[in-house]
């Protein structure tokens, strides 16, 4: 793997990652009305930037609504690293099945989460699948889920015979079991579109997406401020916690500055950023960031938020390494200028 590939690897899981630590501070500091309303909306809002312009993409355009649907959840969410199997019952009924681990609850997070995230999503993706079809007889319905201690999120995507109302288009049916699972039926992505390097890539957007709408979403919910207090906690916590890993990832050295800036530049690149690094006689490190993805056709107030609480997570890195370190960041309109130095 050459080392492009592992600091857009290392990209992927930082960012996994701290959307679960978000979670979490959600769900422990937060009302359980509060990670319903933020699911539903990151979802939604998810929902509205990829489902219908994703279809062409995945090769479904054309098939059976239900089928489609269940096929998307299927490729969208392997391409991101999560294991979910497909079963076709018949044109108008298809069934979709998440395994473990699962991504959303990774390890024992999943011991914190309520069951109010998983009706979040529910409501904010699934309910609308046929809404955005401009399907008025497509629903969801969901026979097990995650945190209630049945088998796993699993349910089918099903076309009625009559138009649906909007307390039917999510329904559930918990005695429902779904039929058995064939290797050989399940979807692919179309060969020819999707090389390795842009399957790599798809995986790193799939986490770096949860977190440029997540941090959105839960600031219509609690207000800017909290969010802000919120998401800067989880992203310096998460920035200790992932810097060991990230470190053996690009060859990161837990030194004083020079390695520290040496870091920034090795992971930056797995986001598609450029690092310039310069060191002043006195030993202070000096890196400029061009490029940014992170708030890619962003402006305003919600660029500013997301970036102030991502810098948090490299600070985080920094800040665990043995030596202590001073790490202030410059934020202009098209980069950032990191500087480091001993404390």
Not at 75 to 87: C, F, K, P, R, T
Not at 141 to 151: I, K, M, P
Not at 227 to 242: K, M, N
Not at 286 to 294: F, Y
């Amino acid at each position: 793997m050459s080392t492009e590939s592992k600091s857009i690897a290392a990209q992927a899981e930082l960012h996994h990652q701290y959307f679960l630590g978000l979670q979490l501070m959600v769900a422990a500091e937060e009302s359980r009305q509060a990670v319903f309303d933020w699911m539903f909306r990151l979802f939604r809002r998810q929902h509205e930037e990829k489902f219908l312009s994703s279809f062409g993409k995945l090769g479904l355009t054309g098939l059976p609504h239900a089928v489609a649907c269940a096929k998307y959840h299927v490729l969208s969410n392997s391409m991101g690293g999560v294991a979910v199997e497909y079963m076709e019952e018949s044109d108008t009924k298809a069934w979709v099945r998440f395994r473990y681990p699962r991504w959303m609850y990774a390890g024992p997070a999943i011991c914190g989460i309520p069951v109010e995230a998983s009706r979040g999503f529910l409501h904010g993706w699934y309910a609308q699948n046929g809404v955005s079809l401009g399907n008025p007889r497509l629903g969801f319905v969901c026979v097990s889920e995650d945190v209630t201690g049945q088998f796993g999120l699993c349910g089918y995507f099903k076309q009625y015979d009559h138009d649906l109302a909007e307390s039917e288009r999510l329904i559930f049916a918990p005695d429902e079991r779904p039929p058995p699972y064939d290797p050989a039926a399940q979807p692919a992505p179309p060969a020819a579109d999707w090389s390795e390097a842009r399957l790599a890539k798809a995986n790193r957007n799939y986490a770096v997406e949860y977190i440029r709408n997540g941090v959105r979403a839960l600031s219509e919910v609690i207000g800017p401020a909290r969010t802000l207090e919120l998401c800067q906690r989880a992203a310096r916590l998460t920035g200790l916690q992932q810097y060991p890993a990230m470190a053996a990832a690009v060859g990161g050295v837990d030194g004083g500055p020079l390695d520290a800036g040496q870091f920034l530049a090795g992971m930056m690149p797995g986001m598609g950023d450029a690092c310039v690094l310069d060191v002043s006689a006195d030993g202070v490190v000096r890196v400029t960031q061009t490029g940014l993805r992170i708030v890619r056709g962003l402006e305003g107030p919600e660029r500013d938020n997301l970036l102030a609480c991502w810098i948090e997570l490299w600070r985080g890195a920094i800040h665990s390494h043995r030596a202590v370190m001073d790490v202030v960041c410059e934020i202009r309109h098209d980069e950032l200028i990191w500087t480091i130095s001993r404390r």
